[in-house]
């Protein structure tokens, strides 16, 4: 391995040469992607994180040179000097393939093994072999590319904040638990031996605090942590854009998270996104969609079909409508061709995999077919179609239930299983705002009410009143941002008055006691003049994916954890020597795993 020679330095990246650079001696350092031995020729495909350069060698070579250039391998680091000048054979497919490199001297800075996998953009090689070696996995270009674009958005995030009057404030991450309904990361102590540090869910508790404290806009790229059973779109530490403002509203707050995604869009892609986004309130979202996190790219809306089937004669649907749950459907529209009877079949599948009892649906044609219309008669049929606008090429899916917001959820999901089965096109960035979000949530497991967003959000004003009579009925100063069906972000306004906070603490189940000691603080900060604040954290992560179109978080964060959670290139997490758990005052309890 060699280090640089004394005037040996790099003048250009390999991607960033073009004709204008014709005639110039240059210095590159990269990678060999790829070395060709044509007898009296020999290219050289040298890549770093701005593209790849050709470098040629020919007869007119220096043989001492021209000897070291057939040397090289996959992956060997090089330093190449020599004149830039136009190629014989261009390559349109990279920037700079109309240009090469006469190398007039090349070094190899480092030798490389043969890699376990092939470092380009298509390889096939299985995730966990990359992971294993993610440095070299993110030699890929796709990867490098996106990793950049993250630091990209990140500045453009910095840039927007900061001349927006915010302040980066680093909040800790050895914290006392702030719940956002996962699990803590818990660290022990060694000097408090049998006390624990939690790592922060997201710094909540902090972020308010510091608008006690007067700083009156925070923000933070802040690592959360998030101790969850994972599922394909989570990672156990995950980067939000963290904000929060004082003496502000709801409208306040989604104007600075508009303005924010506008200004990263145009600045890191060049694309407007129309302003002011659409709002939907969270019971809007689930009757017209069937989700809290609606993807717009499409429609195929859920309608109610209850009034059409008012005193209808078919058990499954009058005996929902009977029960105060609903007969609804969604239009397929011009489907009808292109959707087979087996299709059908499998979206009935899907539904009952969704907790549907079964799928009735009607394909309209020359003759209508489908699966209940011996049950109907012609006028109850008709009603059906007028309500649904469905017509001759339709297909319309329907589904009953004795419970709405189940019938909802169901049609919500097959839904997008129907777009992604037909190749429902999809384009383009649809944003929107959730807003009016439930304050509580039932929790069928454990009988509870929890919070939907977290205890520290504002009950709306107006629904104070049902705060001890009907939980269900409890909206919050809550709003969530959507993209294309992603939930990018959460957010409220908080709750600032220790008496309202108490009561909330209290209605979660929580104790006086047990509150005291948990954010006994925060109540206590309250009694010195808090400001009135919210806001609110977008998920950096699933923003970056979305921007690039990648279809894993784990192509967007340089290191990430599988979904068990394992970090593969380091083998974490790791066993400790006996000792260093035993200073810590803890002891393991090994898993029977009989
Ligand atoms: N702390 C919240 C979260 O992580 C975001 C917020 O309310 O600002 O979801």
Redesign the pocket.
Known sequence: MAELLGNERRTHYCGELREANIGETVCVMGWVKKARDLGSLVFVDLRDRSGIVQLAFDENTEKEVFARALELKTEYVVSATGVVRERSSKNPDIPTGNIEIFASSVRVLGESETPPFDITDDCKTNEELRLTHRYLDLRRPVLQNNIIFRAKVAKSVRDYLCDQGFIEIETPILIKS?P?GARDYLVPSRVHKGSFYALP????LY?QLSMVAGFDRYFQIAR?FRDEDLRADRQPEFT?I???MSFVDTDDVLAVGEGLIKHIFKDCMGVDIPTPLPRYTFRECMERFGSDKPDLRFGMEIVNLNDALKGCGFPVFASAIEAGGSVRAINLKGYAEKLSRKDIDKLADYAKGCGAKGLAWVKRGETDGGSFLKHMTEDELQAIYKAADCEKGDVLLILADNDNNRVLTQLGQLRVEAANRLGVERSGYNFLWVVEMPFFEYDYESGEWVAM??P??SPMDECLEYLDSDKGKVRAK?YDLVLNGIEL????I?ITDPALQAKIFDLLGLSKEEAQVKFGYLLEAFRYGAPPH????IGLDRLVMQMVGATSLRDVVAYPKMQNAKELMTDCPASVPAEAIAELGISIVKEDKA
Request: net charge negative; hydrophobic share 15%; glycine share 16%.
């Open positions: 702030t956002e869910q997201s710094p909540q972020k959360c939000q963290d904000m929060e967003h977290h520290f959000t809550a972000s959460s957010g409220s908080r919210g806001g609110m954290g």
